[in-house]
């Protein structure tokens, strides 16, 4: 009786666990790798160079799996398993079409103050077809730099436009050396700026890359002592002797101030190859109202660029020649964040923006650029320039400098860049390289 | 007494060293089939669905591909740790003794192994059951029951009665590069399934819009985009802006794969769920050997995401037992497609050319050419500045033969099995498509079906002579001859693929045969690429076993093209039963 309710109960014990738990069958193992040619397979034998090669590096080789790819991976595949990126994506380009967005951005100069900040975009903004709003902001809390801009253009077409722009920028780590061709580069001091410019301009390509701008506006600057690292204020510097306090310091204009510049361009709209020349001219006439109606001065310049692509396939190699001219208008002299300048974004770049500035200024560069990848643009440059007085007045050749400059930057609207120059003495000091310039990021100046 | 000692050492290591270096192939049957399809169990686990939130399945756990991790892993951490990781790779691991590979659940040898008919060429991955007849079907009789939920092309989810379901895919004008779109998912579907993946089926139809039938509720999503209501404004918008053949709408028909879907294989590791699964995909030959197949075709969208495996379970669903099968997906994208709209985009005026024109060439993100190209100043002209689309065939966008180079083609990103391809690798692809005759790939042509005569005649030309370049690449580095089998006992038979395809004209080739011990043997030739040797026999019928060491001979066979020469390993097992095969090696020199 009592084996005959055993038999029974583990019966029925056994049917339950099989119907309970059909699915609890043990999962098979994972089977055996056929030897598929019967001799074992083709022997990997790893040399001894192999294995030192493994030991050197397995610090970096365990930095990069596990501190880098597996929670990156991790992290990446579960935003993107939770559809994160198309919500990040529709968190910042926004809109029933995508027309607006912000982007963050971020630039560093070795030198200055870096920023991080936003460029924001609206197109066909207020619901206006080809009308877009551009803003941009850049900022650093600690040092209390603060720029921005914001732009409406309405293009009347592909080939002219109109716009109303508005900038300020309020950064204390701008750079004086002091006025002329000689200013040795221990000579560095900073300076504050406030500047404030509004305007409304007109620009029109008629001919391939050919253009004419005018624009017009009112501008707004006030200088004061500044400061960036150990470097002394420009005050400072200049009680020691080394120069003197120039002309606008601490005085500060204000005015309207009008714009003309054309360009003759042969080279062909929106596309990178093909050989040509350029030539162009700018004139700017600003005032002072703050201190007298009389109060004024104009900048005027050109270049003359001439381009050869090497196989008409964006590999340019460019010569140019620039001068720029500051001249007053009325009794005081240019404030001196009017007057010529080298070094910055534009010619020179081994050098700070506003190492030299002058009455005039002379420069012949030597570009090539050439692409390295979709969108993404290589460069290297070097000029020969300096600033003068009055006119180009004191121009001797022995003054030369030379600035040279390598980098990469991608051919988008939000341009990147990465930059890396030197900047020397003149010819006459013997032209040893005293400045180097890295930048990376997006630029101020796009 | 220690002279006696040094001579056993000696004796010894040589002993070892022999054996060591002693490398036989046993004498056996080489291995055909593959037992990764063999029924397996694996561990159930919730999945729940909307009609069962209680469901179990007892299928591997579905797998789903990260698209964008899988793009910056392939780019940029996988290579920077597997170079600090100094890893190595070697030759692939599923390779039988023959220097072929097994019939598996990846690969089932097909063109490659005998003789295909046309029909069954054009028949491709489709039974006869799936071909669909839109002109016998009723109004309103296909049924669709989904949008398409991934991808960028428009489309849909239909079931046709008594058929089964079906991806519609709709080829678009707006791109210039309408009929490429679904020709080339026929054609690179038949051509893979030819060579032995596993496909769907892939046709094109003509369909007139009042077949279907949409069901309410529908969503669709592309590729970085949001759900979008898919209904008949949405429906009625898609069949106007696509190809139409006096009326019909032309349609890429792919009909749904069998089984229960677990995502796709990886092209690296293996899946931890499927006993089956023991081979790393990056040493499996059929991966590494299809990035020669891909650089014909210029697939460059061979990424995981571009398979799919699904679970065959022997009592149907999601149930265990069963076995995986891996298919490859999507091969729309062959034959030239633009990966980005051609032209500007006006509101930034940046163009996608540079980014089509390096497709095939270059990774999108190549650090290797960038670096070339920063540190050569861009002097040197690259591939992809060599690209140019025909005038009149801007449907096929970049593709096309000259300066086509089958060694240094590119996938869009980095593809762990690709990278590891070895000579052997690409030399055993391209044996198998040597069998694509000149006729063949004109079937293949005709299959795209595309309006303009001259359109099919341009890109069966392309198609033809990118393959002579694989071929020319690929068959004469290593020995091109296959079909190595015995006939009569005695004679070694087999054919040069690289003469039978014409890769060099047939006077070029001169047909040497010895022993390993230099003796010679004689080659008698025949059209084609076949060539005989004759092997007298150097064993007896009794005496020493089977597998004895007197037994075992090699034939060494060079045709004067290839560098390397074709090495047979036979048993002479005497002149009533004859020589048997049990291996081949086609070493790039001769080390024995």
């Known amino acids: ?446 | 007494m220690r002279a006696n000692r040094v001579t056993i050492i000696v004796l010894g290591s040589c002993l070892a060293a022999c054996a060591a270096g002693d490398r036989r192939f046993p004498l056996r049957e080489p291995v055909r089939h593959d037992n990764d399809s063999a029924s397996v169990r694996v561990k159930c686990h919730d999945e729940p669905t909307k009609t069962d939130p209680r469901h179990r399945s007892c299928a591997p756990v579905a797998y789903a591909s990260p698209l964008y991790w899988d793009g910056v892993d392939n780019i940029v951490f996988r290579p920077l740790s597997e170079g600090l990781g100094v890893v190595t790779s070697g030759e692939s691991v599923d390779v039988n003794s023959l220097d072929e590979v097994p019939d598996s659940a990846w690969f089932v040898n097909r063109i490659g192994a005998r003789s295909m008919s046309i029909a069954e060429l054009r028949q491709g991955a489709c039974t006869s059951e799936q071909i669909l007849d839109p002109d016998g079907a009723a109004d309103g009789s296909w049924i669709i029951d989904k949008g398409k939920t991934e991808g960028s092309s428009p489309g849909f989810r239909v079931v046709v009665p008594g058929k089964g379901k079906f991806l519609f895919k709709l080829d678009t004008p707006t791109d210039n590069q309408a009929e490429r779109t679904a020709a080339a998912s026929t054609i690179s579907a038949a051509i893979f399934h030819a060579v032995g993946y596993f496909i769907s089926c892939e046709r094109i139809v003509y369909v007139r819009p009042s077949v279907f039938k949409l069901l309410p509720g529908l969503v669709t999503k592309e590729n970085f985009q949001p759900d979008k209501p898919f209904d008949q404004r949405a429906f009625d918008a898609e069949i106007a802006s696509a190809t139409k053949r006096n009326g019909l709408v032309r349609i890429n028909a792919s009909a749904w794969l069998p089984g229960h879907p677990i995502g796709p294989a990886r092209y690296h590791g293996v899946r931890d769920d499927d006993p089956n699964d023991v081979i790393p995909h990056e040493d499996r030959r059929e991966l590494r050997g299809m990035r020669v197949l891909a650089a014909w075709l210029a697939r460059y969208d061979s990424r995981e995401a571009n398979g799919f495996d699904t679970w065959i379970a022997d009592h149907g669903s999601d149930s265990s037992p069963g076995h995986v099968v891996h298919y490859q997906l999507d091969v729309s994208e062959t034959f030239g497609s633009l990966a980005f709209a051609q032209g500007t985009n006006a509101a930034n005026g940046l163009s996608w050319d540079p980014v089509d024109r390096r497709l095939n060439r270059s990774y999108f993100v190549d650090w290797g050419d960038l670096a070339r190209d920063f540190a050569t100043l861009g002097l040197a002209v690259r591939p992809w500045e060599h690209a140019y689309v025909a005038p009149g065939h801007e449907m096929f966008g970049y593709y096309n033969a000259d300066h086509f180079d089958a060694e240094k083609w590119k996938p869009m990103y980095p593809n762990p099995a690709f990278s590891r391809m070895t000579e052997r690798d690409g030399a055993w692809m391209a044996r198998i498509l040597a069998r694509f005759t000149p006729e063949m790939v004109r079937v293949l042509a005709l299959m795209g079906d595309f309006t303009a005569p001259a359109t099919t005649d341009y890109f069966q030309s392309v198609v033809e002579k990118r393959l002579e370049r694989v071929l020319e690449r690929y068959l004469t580095r290593l020995s091109p001859i296959g079909d190595v089998r015995v006939e009569d006992g005695n004679r070694l038979c087999g054919v040069d693929l690289a003469e039978r395809r014409g890769v060099l004209p047939a006077e070029r080739f001169h047909y040497a045969a010895r022993w390993s011990d230099g003796a010679p043997l004689t080659v008698a030739r025949r059209p084609g690429g076949a060539i005989c040797i004759a092997m007298p026999h150097v064993a007896r019928d009794d005496g020493a076993s089977d597998d004895a060491r007197s037994r075992y001979v090699r034939v060494i066979v060079e045709d004067s093209v290839a560098r390397g020469p074709l090495v047979a390993h036979l048993y002479d097992l005497g002149p009533r039963r004859g020589f048997r095969l049990v291996g081949l090696e086609r070493p790039e020199k001769l080390r024995l």
């Open chain 1, 1 to 446: 009786m009592r084996a005959r309710s055993f038999v029974c109960l583990l019966i029925a014990a056994s049917l339950w666990s099989l119907g309970a738990n059909a699915d609890a069958e043990e999962e098979s193992p994972k089977r055996v790798p056929p030897d598929y040619d019967g001799r074992g397979g083709d022997p990997k034998e790893d040399g001894a160079g192999v294995w030192v090669g493994r030991v050197l590096l397995s610090p970096l080789y365990f930095t990069s799996e596990y501190i880098f790819r597996r929670p990156i991976g991790a992290m990446t595949k579960t935003v993107e398993h939770n559809d994160g990126f198309r919500k990040i994506y529709d968190f910042f380009i926004f809109g029933p079409d995508h027309k607006a967005g912000i982007v963050p951005i971020a630039f560093v100069e070795f030198g200055f103050v870096p920023s991080v900040g936003a460029y924001g975009f609206w197109n066909d903004a207020f619901f206006v077809p080809r009308n877009d709003v551009r803003v941009h902001l850049e900022m650093w809390p600690d040092d209390m730099w603060l720029a921005g801009s914001v732009r409406d253009r309405y293009r009347f077409d592909d080939h002219s436009s109109f716009e109303v722009r508005a900038n300020g920028v309020h950064r204390p780590d701008q750079v004086f050396y002091g006025i002329g061709p000689e200013t040795p580069q221990w000579h560095q001091s900073r300076y504050a700026i406030n500047r404030f410019d509004a305007r409304a301009g007109f620009e029109s390509r008629f001919w391939r890359r050919s253009t004419v701008e005018l624009d017009g506006g009112v501008r707004k600057v006030d200088t004061s002592s500044g400061e960036y690292g150990k470097d002394p204020s420009l005050e400072v510097e200049a009680a020691t002797g080394a120069f003197p306090i120039p002309y606008g310091f601490a005085r500060g204009y204000m005015g309207p101030y009008g714009r003309a510049a054309a360009s003759i361009d042969t080279r062909r709209h929106n596309v990178n190859t093909g050989s040509g020349f350029r030539v162009e001219s700018e004139a700017e006439s600003g005032s002072d109202f703050q201190h007298g109606a009389t109060t004024g001065w104009v900048r005027w310049g050109g270049a003359a660029t001439v381009t050869i692509d090497l196989n008409d396939r964006g590999r340019n190699l460019s010569l140019s020649v620039a001068t720029s001219f500051a001249d007053p208008l009325g009794t005081n002299e240019v404030p001196f964040t009017e007057l010529a300048m080298l070094g910055g974004d534009k010619w020179m770049r081994g050098y700070f923006p506003g190492r030299l500035m002058d009455r005039s200024a002379a420069v012949a560069q030597l570009r090539y650029d050439w692409p390295v990848a979709p969108w993404l643009d290589a460069t290297i440059q070097t000029a020969v320039g300096n600033v003068y007085g009055e006119h180009l007045q004191g121009f001797d050749a022995k003054l030369l400098r030379v600035s040279a400059a390598l980098g990469l930057s991608t051919a988008t609207n939000v341009p990147l860049d990465f930059l890396v120059g030197i900047g020397t003495e003149t010819f006459a000091s013997g032209a040893s390289v005293d400045s180097v310039r890295v930048t990376v990021g997006v630029p101020h100046s796009f």
